[in-house]
């Protein structure tokens, strides 16, 4: 069975630092996805990265960059230079290649302090 | 914005009744994903749908229903409501092929009361 673990409930980080998100998963699958997405306050669900389990390099989308470590199932996010607009509750997913469902971590809550 | 669309964005009503819940995909995009969002469950995946098949089947309760019609639009009924029920649904959508990434809507707030 799939299973997503954010143990981070909450995090601060002061604005313009760098932030890591961990997110560790259990799968029994060699092909899947990695996924993070942000949910602002307002509600709606933004899609930032996404990581194949095949891919050798760590996805990187702007500010945002995914420091996966196959070995040991992790698929951290990195924020880097943080910003007040970031403060947002982070969710870590995956999706196994044939697997039935697209799995949600219970996410972690970033708050940038100015 | 997303591109997908869901109507109406909230919604009270009395336990025991039935409510419809609306969502447009992508254009283009053929799947569409439906998910229940509580303050104890966190983010449980509902539904899949295919270019109108389902195709994958998550924490969904038997008093809730989905379908896909040739349009592409979906809609989650959910009947017999309870107290429980009351959460954020979003709907997604995702592009045959490619990285499975999903494009959620603005999701609808249920409240029962």
């Known amino acids: 069975a799939q299973k997503i673990t954010q143990t981070q409930p909450g995090m601060f980080v002061q604005e313009k630092e760098a932030v890591t998100l961990d997110c560790t998963y259990d799968t029994s699958d060699q092909s899947y996805g990695l996924f993070w997405y942000k949910q602002p306050s307002s509600g709606e669900m933004i899609f930032l990265i996404y990581?194949?389990?095949?891919?050798?390099q760590n996805a990187t989308e702007g500010r945002y960059s995914l420091n996966f470590q196959k070995a040991r199932k992790s698929a951290n996010l990195v924020i880097s230079a943080s910003q007040l607009g970031d403060s947002a509750m982070y969710f870590c997913a995956m999706r196994e290649l044939y697997g039935q469902n697209f799995v949600f971590g219970p996410g972690t809550r970033l708050s940038v302090l100015p | 914005d997303s591109g997908v669309t869901q109507t109406p964005k909230h919604l009270i009503t009395a336990t025991g009744q039935r409510v419809t819940l609306r969502c447009s995909p992508r254009s283009g995009d053929l799947s569409v994903y439906w998910y229940q969002q509580s303050l104890d469950q966190g983010l449980q995946f509902l539904i899949q749908?295919?270019?109108?098949?389902?195709?994958a089947k998550g924490n969904i309760l038997e008093r809730f229903s989905a379908q896909q019609f040739p349009d592409l639009h979906s809609e989650l009924n959910l009947s017999s409501l309870e107290l429980g029920d009351s959460a954020l649904y979003f709907c997604?959508?995702?592009?045959?092929?490619?990285?499975?990434?999903?494009?959620f809507g603005p999701g609808t707030r249920l409240t029962v009361l």
């Open positions: 749908y295919y270019n109108g098949e389902e195709r």
């Open positions: 990581q194949g389990s095949y891919d050798e």
């Open positions: 997604a959508s995702s592009a045959p092929g490619g990285n499975n990434e999903q494009f």
